[in-house]
């Protein structure tokens, strides 16, 4: 069993950066590839990042890459998405999530622990 918290959300102008950080608590962090998703008003929940269990892998829709960075601190049961040069149609809650599988992938469905979401505003 793994509990995630986020943490970092908030309101920011468009082109600033926000670091959203993911506090997990429970045995065999180290073991989990995360991912993180977004979830707008309206509309379904996607895709934003994933990092391998290991942390060496990352996977990012082509919407983010290069504007967004996930990364893991095994150390502290922690990972983070550190997003830049923010736009306005990047405003949604934010979602991490852990597979137990290690498979970092964009497929919902395949991460099983969710935590509650933290709030981003981006205003132009």
């Known amino acids: 069993q793994v509990q995630l918290v986020e943490s970092g959300g908030g309101s920011v102008q468009a082109g600033g950066s926000l670091r959203l950080s993911c506090a997990a608590s429970?045995?065999?962090?180290?073991?989990?590839?995360m991912g993180w998703f977004r979830q707008a008003p309206g509309k379904e929940r996607e895709f934003v990042a994933a990092?391998?269990?290991?942390?060496?892998?990352?996977h990012y829709p082509d919407s983010v890459k290069g504007r967004f960075t996930v990364s893991r601190d095994n150390a502290k049961n922690t990972v983070y998405l550190q997003m830049n040069s923010l736009k306005p149609e990047d405003t949604a809650v934010y979602y991490c999530?852990?597979?137990?599988?290690?498979?970092?992938?964009?497929?919902?469905?395949?991460?099983?622990?969710w935590g509650q979401g933290t709030q981003v505003t981006v205003s132009s």
């Open positions: 999530a852990a597979d137990s599988l290690g498979r970092y992938g964009s497929v919902r469905y395949w991460y099983d622990y």
């Open positions: 429970g045995r065999s962090f180290s073991s989990y590839s």
């Open positions: 990092i391998s269990a290991s942390g060496g892998r990352t």
